[in-house]
Nanobody
Framework: QVQLVESGGGLVQPGGSLRLSCVASGRTFSSNAMGWFRQAPGKEREFVATISWGGISTYYGDSVKGRFTISRDDAKNTVYLQVNSLKPEDTAVYYC?????????????????WGQGTQVTVSS
């Protein structure tokens, strides 16, 4: 059974940082693109970042460019999202997702596997 488990969320002050992790089990995703999305209350799920197999390509949503960094460690079957310079509008549940193809996608329907999410709250 494939599972994606996120961790690293929490309450942080504006301007702070967090490192989100997503550990995959049940199969290896080294040949697959991975992504992060987020969803705030009352809003649609929003694309945050994606990384291709091997980490060759990365893409980011406009609202997080320059502040967030996606990376992967295939030896650990883990994807990370370093989130810096956090703003209150970054508050959301952050989801990790995996594709069944090596190329990236910013569309939610491009991903087959999803984690349960980790809450990030930015507030003073």
């Amino acid at each position: 059974q494939v599972q994606l488990v996120e961790s690293g969320g929490g309450l942080v002050q504006p301007g702070g940082s967090l490192r989100l992790s997503c550990v995959a089990s049940g199969r290896t995703f080294s040949s697959n693109a991975m992504g992060w999305f987020r969803q705030a209350p009352g809003k649609e799920r929003e694309f945050v970042a994606t990384i291709s197999w091997g980490g060759i390509s990365t893409y980011y949503g406009d609202s997080v460019k320059g502040r967030f960094t996606i990376s992967r460690d295939d030896a650990k079957n883990t994807v990370y999202l370093q989130v810096n310079s956090l703003k209150p509008e970054d508050t959301a549940v952050y989801y990790c997702a995996a594709r069944v193809s090596p190329g990236t996608s910013s569309r939610t329907d491009g991903y087959v596997y999803w984690g349960q999410g980790t809450q990030v709250t930015v507030s003073s």
